[in-house]
């Protein structure tokens, strides 16, 4: 069944206000792809479609450039998301998440420099959100 645009906001604000009013868990959302400006455009959408009250988005490039380099390189790996992570009823919208590295399209053999550890170090991250009751969504926009 094909819905239209005014519809699918309909639906998705509903499921947001539901959501919010059964204040059982976390939602984070990521979003990554190969172009930033499909990436950027889809989150600017959800931002659109929702209410933004309850959503916070953050960059990874924040992670980079703010102020705080020296925090994040004396803490664990996902220290950064983990000060994040939304509390009941909240939703976090991360641009490339902690895949960025994984999903980074350096050539063949980029998941061999990464390596399996690196990959086991991120299951194991998700699983411990999902204890904490946090729900992951993981989006990648191709072309």
Not at 1 to 30: C, K, Y
Request: charged fraction near 30%; charge should be negative.
């Amino acid at each position: 069944m094909a819905h239209s645009e005014p519809d699918l906001r309909t639906r998705l604000i509903e499921a947001q206000f539901t959501f919010n009013r059964a204040d059982s868990h976390g939602i984070v959302i990521l979003i990554s792809g190969y172009a930033s400006a499909d990436v950027e455009d889809a989150i600017n959408r959800l931002n659109g479609w929702m209410d933004p009250r309850n959503i916070r988005i953050y960059a990874l490039d924040e992670r980079e450039t703010g102020g705080g380099r020296d925090d994040i390189d004396n803490h664990p790996p996902r220290w950064w998301f983990w000060q994040r992570m939304p509390a009941r009823g909240q939703i976090a919208i991360f641009y490339d998440g902690w895949y960025h590295d994984v999903l980074d399209p350096e050539g063949e053999d980029h998941l061999k420099k990464i390596g399996k550890k690196h990959i086991d170090c991120l299951c194991r991250f998700e699983a411990m959100l999902e204890t904490e009751g946090v729900a992951v969504l993981m989006i990648w926009l191709n072309r």
